[in-house]
């Protein structure tokens, strides 16, 4: 950076006296926030430029790869103002990085706002007629959901969502939204849009569907079994964890319970598993990521629950932060702390590699270079 740009920013000049954590075994003694960007060498400053000392472990901000930016608590679209609350919200909890997992709202005037989280938009959840939550998704029939993926591409930021299971009323328990062949199709009219898809899955019964489809990501994926975790670690695919949410299926079991007894079980024996399971899919090599499910059932600023449940499915402190920094960067394509990446980081008193509660305790949030919180 030349004097000149560093001269143009009326953000003063921060000088972070770390260690900056550049990934879980490198890390920089200092560095210095210029121009909206971080620098691993000092930049050229005109005199009398004001600098900032920031001391304290400096981390990537925290990515939150299932988020609902624009769906109202109890369902229904919020306006964009509200949505942009929510995204305060989040972002005053150190996420800086959002996937949004599908929205009712066009949410993608919020991209335009320097001072949210980075938004990476799936455009509409997909599901199949009357097999979702009412008013949530653009609801198709399967002769039509290869062009709604095309059209969700062309919506989105390269990622589509698919409802891939549900409870069938009929059968009274979940299963598969889809045929094998529609799972496929879906996939394709994705990838020939040179888009990414996700799949929202419950049940046992849809991962070896969408493993064979060649679904790009998994959503909740609480139905993996010691068949499927395997072929995910071996795939590469990685799991969108959102324990906070999966801790919440003893309330749907009790809900549905009078109508639905098998799909309450169910969803009980996936609650209670949910732990050992994420431990074995960890424990296998499957790539696991930090997600809310904020939005609608849930509020938002809820990332350290999740936080907290991964440390309770036996993850340390350096794997709940790759989870929740590196590994989305890597995935999304964004940036974390290189030399010249846009600043977006936090500062904490003490590592969180030791204890990931550390990020619960913030001193600074920097986005876009500025201190925001």
């Known amino acids: 950076m030349s004097t000149a740009d560093v001269a143009e920013t009326t953000a003063p000049i921060l000088h972070l006296r770390g260690p900056i954590l550049l990934g879980p075994e490198e890390e920089l003694a200092e560095a210095w926030v210029a121009g909206g960007v971080i620098h691993h060498e000092k930049p050229e400053l005109p005199a009398g430029t004001e600098v900032r000392e920031i001391d304290g472990i400096v981390v990537p901000g925290l990515a939150d790869l299932h988020c609902h930016l624009g769906i109202a608590d109890g369902g229904g679209g919020t306006t964009l103002a509200e949505a942009r609350e929510q995204a305060l919200v989040d972002r005053d909890t150190g996420v800086l990085l959002v996937r949004d997992a599908g929205s009712i709202i066009d949410n993608s005037p919020l991209q335009q706002q320097g001072d949210l989280p980075r938004l990476i938009r799936c455009g509409r959840h997909l599901a199949r007629t009357r097999r979702y939550l009412i008013g949530y998704a653009d609801e198709v029939e399967p002769e039509e959901l290869p062009a709604a993926v095309t059209r969700e591409a062309g919506r989105g930021d390269g990622w589509v969502k698919l409802v891939g299971d549900w ?68 795939a590469g695919i990685p799991v969108v964890t959102t324990l906070v949410n999966v801790d919440e299926f003893e309330t749907y079991a009790a809900q549905g319970e009078g109508k639905f007894p098998a799909y309450a079980a169910h969803m009980r024996r996936l609650r209670a598993s949910r732990y050992e399971r994420t431990r074995d899919a960890h424990d296998a090599g499957v790539q696991l990521l930090v997600g809310t499910d904020s939005g609608g059932v849930l509020g938002h600023g809820i990332i350290h629950d999740e936080l907290d449940e991964l440390a309770a499915a036996g993850l340390t402190g350096t794997e709940i932060l790759e989870a929740a920094t590196w590994a989305p960067r890597r995935l999304l394509g964004v940036p974390g702390l290189e030399d010249g990446a846009p600043a977006d980081l936090l500062v904490v008193p003490a590592d969180p590699r030791i204890d990931h509660r550390a990020l619960r305790e913030r001193s600074h949030i920097v986005l876009g270079g500025r201190q925001v919180a």
């Not at 009274?172 to 094998?180: K, Q």
Request: charged content about 25%.
């Open 167 to 234: 409870i069938d009323r009929a059968a009274g328990d979940l299963s598969p939204c889809w045929e094998a062949e529609d799972f496929v199709a879906a996939a394709d009219a994705a990838h020939a849009a040179g888009a990414r898809i996700t799949t929202h899955t419950f049940d046992e019964e849809t991962l070896p569907l969408v493993l064979d489809a060649g679904f790009d990501c998994l959503e909740h994926a609480t139905g993996l079994t010691g068949e499927t975790i395997p072929r995910v670690a071996e």
